[in-house]
Every structure is written in C-alpha cells, then in structure tokens.
C-alpha cells in the first residue's frame, strides 16, 4: 500500500490576491489549480492544512469545503466538447482555522451554508471554557499565550518526527486487521448516540471516531506518552463542542427552515396580515391598511392560563398560495408544513390535511381553505446536548 502525504498551505484573499507588494501582486490560484498541482499523483490521501480561512473569498469558500470534502476537482472540456478526463481526486483530512464560522463568512456576501457544507467543514470554536483558551490544562505556563508561545518555538525545531514514524506503523501493519478496527470504533463510537440524531450528524461522528482512532493508534505505537482512551475521549469532547455549535443533532435544514418561517412572522405578522379580532366576520376599520396581504390574524385571549395572569397569542390565517409565495419563498412549502406540524404550529383538520375551510372576513358565506398557524409554538433553537449521548445509569 502506496502512502503518498502532502501538506498544502495556502491563502485566499477577499480580492483573490496574495497580500504581498504592490509591485509584486499576483492572481492567486483557486483551491482547484493548488490541488491540481500539489497534490500529484492522482488518488493521493493527504492531509491539508489551509491557514487563514477567514482570508478565502467569501464568495468562493462554499465551493473550496465541497470540492475538498467530495474528494474531486473540476473536469475540464477538450477541443472536441468532451471531458479530457484529468479531473483529480483525492482523500483528505483538511483542517482549517479562522476567526469565523463557515456560514458567518458566506453570510458577507449574501449567502448562507449549507448543511452538505458545514458536515464537510467542521466548525469547533477553540474555546474549551477553562479560561486558557483552546488548552485545558497549562501545564505550568502563566498563561495560555506562554504555552503557544512555547509550542511555536519548540515545533519549529522539532517536527515531522512523529508523523512519520506514524505512517511507517501504519504500512508495517496488517491493513487488513486495521480495517476491521476502524469499522468496529465507527460502530462503537456511533453506538453511544441517542436515537434521535439525524444523518448529518452522524456523519460527522464518523470523522470524529476516525481522528480518535488514529491518535489511539499513534498512542499504542508509543509515538505520544497519551494515556489509553484519552484520545478517543478527546475525541467525544470535540464532538459534544461540534454539536453545541451545529445547534442540535437534528437536520440543519430543518432548523433553517423553522427558524426562517419564525422570522418571518416576526418581521411581517402586522404588515402582511389583516387584523380580525371581531366577531361579525369583518375586519377591522381602524387598523392600518395592509399591503401584501397574506391572510389574516387574530388575537386570542386566555384569562385562565399561567396561573390566573391574562395572556395573549395571535393566530394567523394564511392562504395557501401566498404561503407558498411568500412566506416559503426559497424554501420547500411542504417540507415546512411537515415541520409546522410536527411542532404543533400548524393545524391539521380530522383527514389529516393541513388547509382548513375557514369563514373569513369580507368573503361571504363560502368558507376558504387556509392554514392556521401559531408561530409562538415553533421552537426558536434546538437544545444542543439533547440526544447527544445516550446516558448510562450511575
């Protein structure tokens, strides 16, 4: 088994230019042409280093995560149309620092991450919570800035060393066996979360138990002095972090979704839907005249509830088209009624359909089907540690 190792850095700057002289400015090669030429032979596994994300085009650093991640680069056409056939590929395991998150630095020019982006490109905030910032222990430095002060020094001196030895291991050991292994931390380490953690998540709890794996194998080999099992624990806390900052174990684009809709009727409850508190079905005369009307709302009053104290919520009637239109524009109308419902937004008649024969305002005898919904009951963030892990008895 050929292991072929390459370690690219490389930066990107906002203008697509490396930040050298004036006199000596030149057109930086996208992530596409560094790989194409670093990264020889083809089928390479090799770890990459990009420094500096936060300098990569915002524009472009979506596209670099899923290029990287898949593995493949772009095929290019030959005189005659076809595909020359030259596209590259590769294995990696690419890490990546930045003063941001992926989707923070796309959301500079408009757009926003997607959830095959962000399992790709795992975002862990380098804080542990200890006070010494990505260190838990200080090992007897007056501060975290010492320690990394002294890391620098001391790698800039000694390096390369255990990588090495760590790869020669691993080529003078059974890969078959170590296969096997692999598999049966994949398993063991999945085997700990709860049941309800989506796809996405697990995914990423894969890449996670390989990186624990490895550093229990560098540990075995007597490469590091680690105790057994630190690694991998090492490995959980990282996880746990990943999913505090994912926002749950659920699908990202489901949290988008419910967070999207949730905004929405923040922002235009009042301005889009036509005040009907009365009971004549009319509407009311003195309210501001409503502009893009996308149904009505209502206020209902409960004297009863919260211990005695009156409280208030608003009920929106939506018709469906504008539902669609305007409330779900961009998004899967379906997929949000399915999730409206699922949290118990939205209401569902007796054959389980989600648009309702409703008498409205000014509409005459004929009922009209809408969609009643109540925004307070969409839940505005998802509880990072739930179904994290499954917990076992003291």
């Known amino acids: 088994m050929l292991i072929s190792l390459a370690v690219v850095?490389?930066?990107?700057?906002?203008?697509?230019?490396?930040?050298?002289?004036?006199?000596?400015?030149?057109?930086?090669?996208?992530?596409?042409?560094?790989?194409r030429r670093l990264l020889l032979p083809r089928n390479v596994p090799a770890p990459v280093g990009i420094r500096c994300?936060?300098?990569?085009?915002?524009?472009?650093?979506?596209?670099?995560?899923?290029?990287?991640?898949?593995?493949?680069?772009?095929?290019?056409?030959n005189d005659r149309g076809g595909v020359r056939g030259n596209a590259f590929e590769w294995r990696l395991v690419f890490l990546s620092t930045g003063e941001r998150t992926l989707d923070q630095q796309m959301a500079e020019v408009g757009k926003k991450a997607k959830a095959g982006q962000e399992v790709r490109l795992?975002?862990?905030?380098?804080?542990?919570?200890?006070g010494a910032g990505i260190f838990d222990e200080l090992h007897g430095f007056a501060s975290g800035a010492a320690l990394s002060r002294y890391m620098v020094e001391k790698a800039a001196l000694f390096h390369g060393v255990a990588l090495y030895t760590f790869i020669r291991e691993l080529c003078a050991s059974n890969l078959e066996k170590l296969a096997i292994q692999i598999r049966r931390e994949?398993?063991?380490?999945?085997?700990?979360?709860?049941?309800?953690?989506?796809?996405?998540?697990?995914?990423?709890?894969?890449?996670?138990?390989?990186?624990?794996?490895?550093?229990?194998?560098?540990?075995?080999?007597?490469?590091t002095d680690w105790p057994k099992g630190m690694a991998m624990e090492a490995a959980k806390s990282c996880f746990s972090a990943w999913i505090s900052a994912h926002g749950?174990?659920?699908?990202?684009?489901?949290?988008?979704?419910?967070?999207?809709?949730?905004?929405?009727?923040?922002?235009?409850?009042?301005?889009?839907?036509?005040?009907?508190d009365r009971e004549d079905f009319t509407a009311d005369d003195h309210t501001v005249r409503t502009l893009k009307r996308c149904g009505y709302r209502k206020t209902l009053r409960d004297s009863n509830a919260l211990e005695g104290q009156?409280?208030?919520?608003?009920?929106?009637y939506v018709y469906p088209?504008?539902?669609?239109?305007?409330?779900?524009?961009?998004?899967?109308?379906?997929?949000?009624?399915?999730?409206?419902?699922?949290?118990?937004?939205?209401?569902?008649?007796?054959?389980?359909?989600?648009?309702?024969?409703?008498?409205?305002?000014?509409?005459?005898?004929?009922p009209e089907r809408v969609l009643i919904i109540r925004p307070h009951l969409i839940p505005i963030e998802d509880d990072g540690e739930k179904g994290l892990v499954k917990r076992k008895a003291a």
């Open 9 to 35: 850095i490389f930066r990107l700057s906002s203008t697509d230019k490396f930040r050298l002289p004036p006199d000596k400015k030149r057109k930086a090669p996208r992530a596409s042409i560094i790989l």
């Open 122 to 130: 795992l975002a862990i905030l380098s804080d542990t919570g200890s």
């Open 248 to 276: 749950g174990v659920g699908n990202l684009e489901d949290r988008q979704t419910l967070a999207a809709l949730r905004l929405f009727f923040d922002l235009y409850g009042e301005s889009h839907f036509t005040r009907w």
């Open 310 to 316: 009156a409280c208030s919520e608003t009920v929106y």
């Open 53 to 77: 994300r936060s300098q990569c085009d915002p524009r472009i650093v979506g596209d670099v995560a899923y290029m990287l991640g898949n593995g493949t680069g772009k095929a290019r056409a």
């Open 186 to 223: 994949l398993v063991n380490f999945a085997a700990e979360l709860s049941d309800d953690v989506s796809g996405q998540v697990r995914r990423a709890a894969e890449k996670f138990a390989l990186v624990g794996f490895a550093r229990e194998q560098a540990s075995t080999a007597g490469i």
């Open 321 to 366: 088209a504008t539902f669609k239109a305007e409330v779900c524009k961009g998004l899967s109308d379906r997929k949000a009624k399915q999730l409206l419902a699922a949290c118990g937004a939205l209401e569902r008649d007796a054959n389980g359909k989600y648009s309702i024969p409703t008498r409205l305002p000014n509409s005459g005898r004929n």
